[in-house]
């Protein structure tokens, strides 16, 4: 993000979610969270900061007094949110942010964002299920979890759901064809692929592994690509 923005002085977010009973309004919350804080990452208007909570947060209903409390490490997310002017504006949205303002400039995003976040089509569900997945990968300091979720998360953006296919050799050639530029970079993206699903089944076996930050950073800078494409391309 660029210097000058600052940390936002609350971590109060305003919303309105229906739920069909009071025991799943928590849930939901927690899942439009996830899903708006991942695609906003995805999208270069948010970055994240890790927060620790001095008090666990709260969703209070509309109309009553009653406060049902969050997941610590959701609130957590929502509170080291940081959002601000994306560092990869092109031109067009930066001619018109200058003329028309920022809010105007970045319309498109919100719009395709709200969409991922609120539409039961198919394709909405696949990458909000994504964005849910690649904040918990964002948000967790495991970095074996961390590995595992983004795996996840981009087989949900890549992969149509099958029974029969090897998920690795799948997902191995759907990032190397979405994401890679070149055969090099085609042959580098199905290794690192690799490597990384060994750390996740590593994970998966035995609740621990021991994963190279560097490894687990270029995991969610895979995710990040990954669904920013899908999301601009809606």
Do not use: W
């Amino acid at each position: 993000m660029r210097s000058e923005i600052v940390p936002p002085v609350t971590n109060e977010l305003t919303g309105r979610v229906e739920a069909p009973h009071t025991h799943r309004v928590v849930e939901r919350v927690e899942r439009h969270i996830k899903a708006f804080i991942g695609t906003s990452i995805a999208c270069g208007i948010a970055r994240y900061y890790y927060a620790r909570l001095s008090t666990v947060p709260a969703v209070t209903i509309e109309d009553s007094a009653e406060k049902l409390h969050l997941d610590a490490a959701v609130g957590a997310l929502a509170a080291g949110a940081v959002f601000g002017v994306p560092e990869d504006l092109d031109e067009v949205k930066t001619k018109r942010a200058k003329t028309k303002g920022l809010a105007d400039a970045l319309t498109p995003t919100m719009t395709r964002i709200a969409y991922v976040i609120t539409s039961a089509e198919v394709r909405a569900a696949s990458l909000r299920s994504a964005a849910i997945l690649f904040a918990d990968a964002v948000a967790t300091t495991d970095l074996g979890r961390s590995v595992a979720f983004s795996l996840m998360a981009l087989e949900s953006i890549l992969l149509e759901r099958s029974n029969t296919d090897t998920i690795l050799a799948r997902l191995r050639e759907a990032v190397a064809y979405r994401l890679g530029r070149s055969p090099e970079e085609r042959a580098d993206l199905r290794k690192q692929v690799g490597r990384l699903y060994d750390y996740r089944s590593s994970f998966v076996h035995t609740g621990q592994v021991s994963v190279p930050v560097a490894e687990q950073r270029a995991g969610l800078e895979l995710v990040r690509i990954a669904l920013k494409r899908e999301i601009n391309d809606l």
